[in-house]
Nanobody
Framework: QVQLVESGGGLVQAGGSLRLSCAAS????????MGWFRQAPGKEREFVAA????????YYAEFVKGRFTISRDNAKNTVYLQMNSLKPEDTAVYYC???????????????????WGQGTQVTVSS
């Protein structure tokens, strides 16, 4: 049973930083793509960043490039999302997701992902 547990959300002022963590268990994830998505009230869930576990190849949504960094720790089976220069429009629930059969193309749609965490709230005040 795959489990993804996010942590690290909270309230931060604009311009501040947060680091989200996603602890993954229940499987060997070396062939997976791990992604971060977010969902603000009244909006659809949107792609933020993803990383291929084995190669470390990573990609980002345009609106977070240069501000957010996704990484993974093999020993801890954990994926991180370092978020810097946060803006009020970054306010959302952030979800970790795992794609067991990643496509050749970049997995930026939620439909690619098989497993989801419960989400962690990030609130950025102006």
């Amino acid at each position: 049973q795959v489990q993804l547990v996010e942590s690290g959300g909270g309230l931060v002022q604009a311009g501040g930083s947060l680091r989200l963590s996603c602890a993954a268990s229940g499987r060997t994830f070396k062939n997976y793509v791990m992604g971060w998505f977010r969902q603000a009230p009244g909006k659809e869930r949107e792609f933020v960043a993803a990383i291929r576990w084995n190669s470390g190849d990573r990609y980002y949504a345009e609106f977070v490039k240069g501000r957010f960094t996704i990484s993974r720790d093999n020993a801890k089976n954990t994926v991180y999302l370092q978020m810097n220069s946060l803006k009020p429009e970054d306010t959302a629930v952030y979800y970790c997701a795992a794609d067991a059969n990643p496509p050749i193309v970049r997995a930026t749609s939620p439909s690619y992902y098989d497993y989801w965490g419960q989400g962690t709230q990030v609130t950025v005040s102006s």
